[in-house]
């Protein structure tokens, strides 16, 4: 809830300041899971989101069981790349190419057919399955480039959390307090992250599923720096909250396969993987009590 002046409380007498930062992508390419692992090692990260049908896997997955502290989420993916399933029984979700439909507003359109969740949810367990199978262990469900955001998605997401005993991601940035806390990211990005809350304001809360009280990243998508993070950190509200970030090394673009898209690998990626590691933001991040963890430990996931 938001008292009358602006500041943020889930509830009377919580104090305790809990922040997963959490890097997406992991598995994308070699380079964006060694930036993910660097950024846990030697900077602030503690979780981070695999993708189960990208080049990058095998990689990532190393990064993950080399890594035993750090909290692995799956990044499920039906807006980019090849699916895992056999492509017959996954055709509502693929485009002439055979590659998924790279539009989230087109996956919106077919979200609501039977056919497409079926589909969804085939090539979801598919992504899981393939994560469980590599020997890592997930502790909660997040989804690529948003496209939870379309409800009958997120049901399904929501279901098979419940099932497989994993929190999942809530995209329900407190837009007020950011505006009020944070850096100014531009009336563009405000009114892109507004959309965003919108969508999901009506059904996520209300969904069942175990979720932080907090979700930061989307307004200041692409845009995390030193600023933004010891902003984050001074006025973070009492809970458990997840930054969403997307540390990485980056390589030349003509290198970059077309599942991936040369738009999705931008330097954005490697400056925030500069400022995760500043020993500035780590020694602020220990000075204002705030208690880093993961999925599992900070909502006890079982």
Same mark, same amino acid.
């Given at each position: 809830?938001?008292?009358?002046?602006?500041?943020?409380?889930? @509830?009377?007498?919580?104090?305790?300041?809990?922040?997963?930062?959490?890097?997406?992508?992991?598995?994308?390419?070699?380079?964006?899971?060694?930036?993910?692992?660097?950024?846990?090692?030697?900077?602030?990260?503690?979780?981070?989101?695999?993708?189960?049908?990208?080049?990058?896997?095998?990689?990532?997955?190393?990064?993950?069981?080399?890594?035993?502290?750090?909290?692995?989420?799956?990044?499920?993916?039906?807006?980019?790349?090849?699916?895992?399933?056999?492509?017959?029984?996954?055709?509502?979700?693929?485009?002439?190419?055979?590659?998924?439909?790279?539009?989230?507003?087109?996956? =919106?359109?077919?979200?609501?057919?039977?056919?497409?969740?079926?589909?969804?949810?085939?090539?979801?367990?598919?992504?899981?399955?393939?994560?469980?199978?590599? =020997?890592?262990?997930?502790? !909660?469900?997040?989804?690529?480039?948003?496209?939870?955001?379309?409800?009958?998605?997120?049901?399904?997401?929501?279901?098979?959390?419940?099932?497989?005993? #994993?929190?999942?991601?809530?995209?329900?940035?407190?837009?007020?307090?950011?505006?009020?806390?944070?850096?100014?990211?531009?009336?563009?990005? #405000?009114?892109?992250?507004? !959309?965003?809350?919108?969508?999901?304001?009506?059904?996520?809360?209300? @969904?069942? =599923?175990?979720?932080?009280?907090?979700?930061?990243?989307?307004?200041?998508?692409?845009?995390?720096?030193?600023?933004?993070?010891?902003?984050?950190?001074?006025?973070?509200?009492?809970?458990?909250?997840?930054?969403?970030?997307?540390?990485?090394?980056?390589?030349?673009?003509?290198?970059?396969?077309?599942?991936?898209?040369?738009?999705?690998?931008?330097?954005?990626?490697?400056?925030?993987?500069?400022?995760?590691?500043?020993?500035?933001?780590?020694?602020?991040?220990?000075?204002?009590?705030?208690?880093?963890?993961?999925?599992?430990?900070?909502?006890?996931?079982?």
């Amino acid at each position: 809830m938001m008292s009358s002046n602006g500041s943020l409380a889930r @509830s009377a007498g919580m104090t305790e300041r809990r922040l997963i930062i959490n890097a997406d992508d992991l598995g994308l390419t070699p380079e964006v899971s060694l930036g993910i692992e660097q950024s846990f090692q030697t900077g602030v990260v503690s979780s981070a989101s695999l993708m189960a049908n990208m080049p990058g896997f095998d990689a990532g997955v190393q990064v993950a069981l080399r890594n035993p502290g750090l909290g692995i989420g799956v990044h499920l993916n039906l807006i980019r790349g090849l699916p895992l399933s056999t492509e017959d029984t996954v055709l509502p979700l693929l485009n002439p190419g055979g590659k998924f439909i790279d539009n989230i507003f087109h996956i =919106g359109q077919r979200s609501a057919n039977p056919d497409y969740q079926i589909a969804a949810e085939i090539e979801y367990r598919a992504q899981i399955e393939r994560i469980l199978d590599s =020997g890592v262990r997930p502790d !909660h469900l997040d989804f690529e480039k948003h496209h939870g955001i379309w409800k009958d998605l997120y049901t399904i997401g929501i279901r098979l959390a419940k099932e497989y005993k #994993l929190a999942i991601r809530c995209y329900h940035e407190p837009l007020f307090w950011v505006m009020e806390n944070l850096p100014f990211a531009g009336y563009r990005k #405000l009114w892109s992250s507004l !959309h965003l809350r919108i969508y999901t304001s009506l059904f996520q809360r209300k @969904s069942g =599923g175990v979720m932080p009280d907090f979700f930061f990243g989307q307004t200041h998508i692409g845009r995390i720096d030193k600023s933004y993070l010891l902003a984050l950190f001074s006025n973070l509200p009492p809970g458990t909250s997840e930054l969403m970030t997307h540390p990485g090394f980056i390589i030349p673009k003509p290198q970059l396969t077309s599942e991936l898209g040369s738009s999705w690998i931008t330097e954005s990626r490697q400056a925030e993987l500069e400022a995760l590691t500043d020993p500035a933001v780590k020694d602020a991040l220990t000075t204002s009590e705030i208690k880093l963890t993961t999925f599992k430990e900070g909502l006890l996931v079982k």
